[in-house]
């Protein structure tokens, strides 16, 4: 399929370019994007969480009062669950939630994020951009030329490139990655997904 090149300024170049139909134009699996996001959100736990349970509990063993004869129910130890200041039942404890998933499905994941943004016509074209120094007012007119203020934008370049990475680094709705680093769930999270004409011959060496 073929799309318009954008200019920093928001106007479309006289180029056009064709988006590979192997990535961006594939019927969406979404039990693999599933899959993808769910490790994402997995592995980007801490898995600290901690409770202490009645053994951790500091206070006496002592019985706090007879088995019989009391008319209420049977205690044994203060640091019981079912009592106040007693330990948790059954509490949180560190464990790490990662897990893996074959490169296979995560490659068909991430065509699978391109496509469905397509459908949504989420996906814009750009010029690379020729930043000489970081400056985040020249970005932010850059957004607003191309009509993307106050959007969630994902932007993704052909390189590494500092000067683009922080200007933007100020703006919270605006995540800059490279060709080789994004990931399905930055796709999807974005309201609009430009890519910098440079990165288009990476994202599909990848992907293919």
Same mark, same amino acid.
């Given at each position: 399929?073929?799309?318009?090149?954008?200019?920093?300024?928001?106007?479309?170049? &006289?180029?056009?370019?064709?988006?590979?139909?192997? /990535? @961006? %134009?594939?019927? *969406?699996?979404?039990?693999?994007?599933? #899959?993808? $996001?769910?490790?994402?959100?997995?592995?980007?736990?801490?898995?600290?969480?901690?409770?202490?349970?009645?053994?951790?509990?500091?206070?006496?063993?002592?019985?706090?009062?007879?088995?019989?004869?009391?008319?209420?129910?049977?205690?044994?130890?203060?640091? &019981?669950?079912?009592?106040?200041?007693?330990?948790? /039942? @059954? %509490?949180?404890? *560190?464990?790490?939630?990662?897990?893996? #998933?074959? $490169?296979?499905?995560?490659?068909?994941?991430?065509?699978?994020?391109?496509?469905?943004?397509?459908?949504?016509?989420?996906?814009?074209?750009?010029?690379?951009?020729?930043?000489?120094?970081?400056?985040?007012?020249?970005?932010?007119?850059?957004?607003?030329?191309?009509?993307?203020?106050?959007?969630?934008?994902?932007?993704?370049?052909?390189?590494?490139?500092?000067n683009v990475y922080f200007s933007s680094r100020n703006l919270g709705k605006v995540k800059v990655v490279t060709a080789d680093s994004f990931n399905t769930y930055d796709v999807?999270?974005?309201?609009?997904?430009?890519?910098?004409?440079?990165?288009?011959?990476?994202?599909?060496?990848?992907?293919?």
């Amino acid at each position: 399929m073929e799309v318009k090149v954008f200019d920093a300024t928001g106007k479309a170049t &006289s180029k056009k370019v064709t988006l590979s139909e192997g /990535i @961006f %134009g594939i019927e *969406p699996n979404q039990h693999a994007i599933y #899959l993808d $996001v769910k490790q994402h959100l997995a592995n980007k736990r801490q898995g600290t969480h901690k409770a202490k349970e009645r053994a951790e509990i500091s206070g006496s063993t002592r019985k706090i009062k007879k088995q019989k004869g009391t008319g209420g129910a049977r205690a044994g130890s203060i640091k &019981s669950g079912t009592r106040v200041g007693g330990g948790r /039942i @059954f %509490g949180p404890r *560190p464990r790490n939630y990662h897990f893996k #998933l074959n $490169v296979k499905l995560k490659r068909l994941a991430r065509k699978s994020a391109f496509a469905v943004q397509v459908k949504n016509d989420a996906v814009m074209v750009l010029q690379d951009l020729e930043m000489t120094a970081p400056k985040t007012q020249e970005f932010k007119a850059m957004l607003a030329n191309l009509k993307l203020e106050n959007q969630k934008v994902l932007l993704i370049l052909g390189s590494k490139n500092d000067n683009v990475y922080f200007s933007s680094r100020n703006l919270g709705k605006v995540k800059v990655v490279t060709a080789d680093s994004f990931n399905t769930y930055d796709v999807l999270n974005a309201r609009k997904v430009v890519l910098a004409e440079s990165s288009l011959e990476i994202i599909e060496k990848i992907l293919n």
